[in-house]
């Protein structure tokens, strides 16, 4: 394609973005495939079709297409109850959990809000996860909205495991990866660092673009975790565009497919963009209509990459982007150039737009942090010697939080997410992880509370931003009464 890739050796230092690959395919044949930038910047080492990116929830049509695959043999149904093949699946609510059906785990309609802090260096398993479920709260009840929700892909992908007789990754490995010829894909970032030919992840901040350490996200899999190159997703595209086929084998029949591209629940539309239009879920992948035209798409975004696969089935084309550059826009930027490009619209200059959308993120974050500061009680002291607020803290749900003592400062441990704590007001203080200043959170305030006998007892923490702080009970230790 004329001009691409001056458009994307112009545009990539303009968002700091060390490499990017991309594949697009058209007619059921791959017209463009090309490399950009370095995969590792210490060793100047370039991208190539074959470096491996972490993919993040693009991996989720992967996931349906593999439940998808068991309904075709009459293994599943999409629309009965959960519990008709998990039998102790249980959830919060208790008509949510009787009567949740497959299809609505990989919608987003489960009422569940995204619960991420549950999974993220989760030291727990899949069915321990699936486990802790009935203990996190809905926000809304089932099927009546849309909540992005990992957990629940997490879940399906369990159920496939279940259903199979196998691992969600050994069913995808042999159903799809296998068939379509997708031999350098993955299910761990642990195995592709065993590759030659890999990115390392990336992430932009106080103007320096940094290296940072691999995320291991292999139990939230099913939601996350495939790696993969432009080669092996060009055919992925390619098999979705030939109505589920690939060669003479049918991966899916085209009714299930068809079922992956169709909408199923309604997404709240934030965006006041007017080419972006009638946003929809279907089964792993959003669905909207672009200056006319359908679009099937999903992003994925982990901890130092960022990536877009991009479908026009009605027009029989598709774009895949990846990057290794941690919540970059990049992607967006270049996919809707080459729409515009291949459907020969005039271009839309999303390159500006979405900067002027990040500069008011970056605003938005500023006036947060100003108001956090602002809403302190000056002059305060915590009630205790901060030596009697350490121990651990449980919550049915999330686990344990360990509070410790070092240098005269208290921190937290969750997750391996180490905190630092800084007094806030009374028994409040503020809380920030390495994570947080990387990503230029604002800090998240944690709570301290006592009993009637002036005993530390728990702790709340703001785990999930649509409900209220979670309450994490302290756990006695030998010769404590609470």
Sequence with gaps: MQGLSEFINDTMPEWNVPGLAIAIVKDNQIVFSEGFGLRDVKNNLKVTPKTLFAIGSCTKAFTTMAMGILVDRGQLDWDKPVRNYLPSFKLYDSYASEHITPRDLVTHRSGLPRHDAMWYRSPFTREEIINRLPYLEPTHELRSVFQ????????????????????????????????????????????????????????????????????????????????????DMAQWLLMHLNKGKVGDKQIISPSNLMQMHTPQI????????????????????????????????????????????TLLPQDNMGVVVLTNLNASPLHSIVSFYVCDRLLNLDPIPWNERIKEGVALAKESTTKAKEKIAAERKRGTQPSHALEDYT??????????????????????????????????????????????EMLDMPP???????DKKGNITSLYVPMEPSLKDAVFTRIPEKGMTL
Excluded at 194 to 220: R, S
Excluded at 444 to 450: E, R, Y
């Design 148 to 231: 992005y929700n990992n957990l629940m892909y997490l879940a399906a992908g369990y159920l496939v495991g279940e259903i199979a007789g196998c691992t969600w990754e050994e069913f995808v490995q042999r159903e799809i990866l296998q068939p379509l010829g997708m031999e350098n894909s993955n299910f761990s970032v642990e195995a592709s660092q065993k590759t030659d030919d890999f990115a390392f992840p990336y992430v932009h901040n106080n103007e320096e673009v940094k290296e940072i350490p691999f995320l291991n996200i292999d139990v939230i899999g099913p939601a996350g975790s495939i790696n993969s190159n432009i080669t």
């Design 391 to 436: 121990g651990n803290y449980e919550h049915p749900a999330y686990g344990i939080i360990s509070v410790e003592l070092k240098d005269d400062r208290l921190t937290t441990t969750y997750n391996s997410i180490v905190s630092q704590l800084q007094h806030y007001h009374y028994d409040t203080f503020e809380s920030d992880s390495e994570l947080g």
């Design 266 to 309: 309604v997404e709240p539309n934030p965006q006041s963009e007017r080419e972006v239009l009638n946003p929809c879920y279907g089964l792993g992948w959003a669905i909207y209509a672009y200056r006319g035209y359908k679009v099937v798409q999903h992003g994925g975004g982990i901890d130092g990459f960022s990536a877009l696969t």
């Design 444 to 450: 998240d305030l944690i709570s301290f509370w006592t």
